[in-house]
């Protein structure tokens, strides 16, 4: 199902049948329009709403994820994705009211949703076609680290005509390397604009040293946590945990970090060493102690946001995590099974 996410102040969720006379209202428009290969101008208005169910037909199958990008409320553009038949790649393409073009929030939302469909998603590539007049929207792509591929030609229906496109992707490895920061929910949109249109930088990588526990009810069951949105790898669940800090040993940036997180004690608890993950993280190379802790002080309560879950080994997979996270799950089921 296509899930809400934040893009800096905009809310991206799924469209709502009462969405039509906005949508209708804003493709009507031949600037819009023009740019759209599919759609025919003037749009009419039961087009709006078969579009929209279609989209809701879509998330339930999973075929495609379509988000209306919304701010306090009004919708003011859309971005989807649809996938591959194998689902392991997806074209991205995006619409936005005149009004807030130049502003940054086309950037900020498509991000986001490449952001979610590279992390939770999995894709490997996404790709993305763009009428060869359309320049703004080029620079769009290239700020999320898309690349042109090739030159082609389709039929625009609002035009028409038969018209050169440029086709662009981006490949997984790439974007999990580029330089881009965790949206920050105070960031205007004016502000996000001001980025340049260059390809996001390569950072270099640095070691992050960061402890997490797996914390087992009685029951066996494995605590884990969802990055809330706004956060670098938003939606994703894993282990809780956090950062070393500077003068801290991996033991106290443990207790310190479950009692930020969680509201648990940790003091005096069993932290057994259980193994540790040395991976690419993209950005960095993680560097995580995993600890078993089966006894704290406290009910585990989500102090920042994040959603929780009791998870059963058997069941960890179905969990989407970060990368790094993966070859922990077997090393856990083993334990535990
Ligand atoms: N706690 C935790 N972090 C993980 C796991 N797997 C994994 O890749 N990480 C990464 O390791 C880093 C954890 O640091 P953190 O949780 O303090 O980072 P943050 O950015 O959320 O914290 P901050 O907002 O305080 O800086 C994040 O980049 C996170 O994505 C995991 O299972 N548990």
Known sequence: MTPELKAGDFLLRPLRPEDAPAVHRLVNDWSVVRMLSRLPFPYPRD???????STLEDSSRGSAHHFAITR????????GL??????????????????????????????RVTEWA???LKLEKLTADVAVDNPASSAVLRKLGFRE?????RRFVSRGTECPIIVHELARSTFLQLDIPAPVETASPAALEDQPSAPAPIRKPRTLLVVA???????????????????????????PGGKVERDETPEQALIREMKEELDVDL?????????FVSENAGPFHLLMPLYVVRRWRGVPAPRE???LAWVEAADLAKYPMPDPDLPLIPLLQELLG
């Open 47 to 53: 087009l709006a709403q078969k579009w929209i169910a």
């Open 72 to 79: 306090d409320g009004i919708l003011l553009g859309a971005v």
């Open 82 to 111: 649809v996938l591959s038949d194998d689902k392991r790649s997806a074209s991205l393409g995006y619409w936005a009211s005149p009004a807030t073009w130049g502003q940054g929030m086309t950037t900020s939302a498509a991000r």
């Open 118 to 120: 590279i992390q939770v």
């Open 149 to 153: 591929t090739g030159r082609s030609s």
């Open 213 to 239: 526990a797996a914390l087992l009810d009685a029951q066996g069951r494995i605590l884990l946590a969802r990055r809330p949105e706004g956060k670098r790898l938003a939606g994703l669940w894993e282990f």
């Open 267 to 275: 003091t005096g608890a069993c932290l057994a060493p259980f193994t």
């Open 305 to 307: 946001g994040q959603a």
